[in-house]
Each structure stands twice: as structure tokens, then as C-alpha cells.
């Protein structure tokens, strides 16, 4: 994660309406919100100005700017109704891209 920070952070500056990085975290820092606030500081104190974290394992995950429910998409796909026209575009894009296999990111030494 400090490798991805140090290469995204630069760039954010020429995005003038905004943009931001997802970075996330497993279930150890539930029980280490200071680590997480280091992180997020570091970032900022580099010229970030946007973060996202979330955890890996949640049933929220973003898909390309958008927030969809893995639930929701699931029920998508059975062919039951839901909610929103983004749990739609979600199992679209999981379905070709398998983008709930995401992987945290391990940073190489």
C-alpha cells in the first residue's frame, strides 16, 4: 500500500474535479483505527486529497465509481429484483471482468 500511495498521490493534483485511490484493508485494523489514521495522514501530507478505504471483505464494494452490494448483485443474477440500477451494472461488470475476485494488493519489498 505505501508503493501504490507514493505512485497514485502525484497525479491527483491534475484531476481538478477530483479523484481518489480505494485501498483495502482486512479485518486486523478494525482493532487499529490509529494505523489506519497514520495512513491516511501520510497520504495527505504527500498531496492527496482523496481516500477510500474499505474492507475486503465486506458486501459493499466500489465497481468503477459506484457502490453495489455483492447481495444485490447476486439477486441480480437469479433474476430478482432490486433496489438499484447499479447492482445491474455490477453483475455486468463482474461478470466480465470478475471484479469481486479482487486480491488486496501486497507490495513488493
Known amino acids: 500500500m505505501p508503493l501504490h500511495i507514493k505512485q497514485a498521490i502525484p497525479f491527483h493534483e491534475y484531476f481538478t474535479s477530483g479523484t481518489g485511490d480505494l485501498f483495502a484493508f482486512d479485518e486486523t485494523y478494525l482493532n487499529k483505527?490509529?494505523?489506519?489514521?497514520?495512513?491516511?495522514?501520510?497520504?495527505?501530507?504527500?498531496?492527496?486529497?482523496?481516500?477510500?478505504?474499505?474492507?475486503h471483505n465486506t458486501d459493499l464494494i466500489r465497481v468503477t465509481g459506484y457502490l453495489v452490494k455483492k447481495s444485490?448483485?447476486?439477486?441480480?443474477?437469479?433474476?430478482?429484483?432490486?433496489l438499484r440500477d447499479t447492482d445491474i451494472l455490477g453483475y455486468g461488470t463482474n461478470n466480465i471482468a470478475h471484479v469481486f475476485e479482487r486480491r488486496l494488493r501486497k507490495d513488493e519489498p
Do not use: Q
Open 33 to 55: 483505527p490509529e494505523a489506519v489514521l497514520d495512513i491516511i495522514e501520510g497520504a495527505f501530507s504527500l498531496g492527496g486529497r482523496y481516500i477510500t478505504t474499505y474492507l
Open 72 to 82: 444485490e448483485v447476486k439477486k441480480a443474477s437469479e433474476g430478482e429484483a432490486v
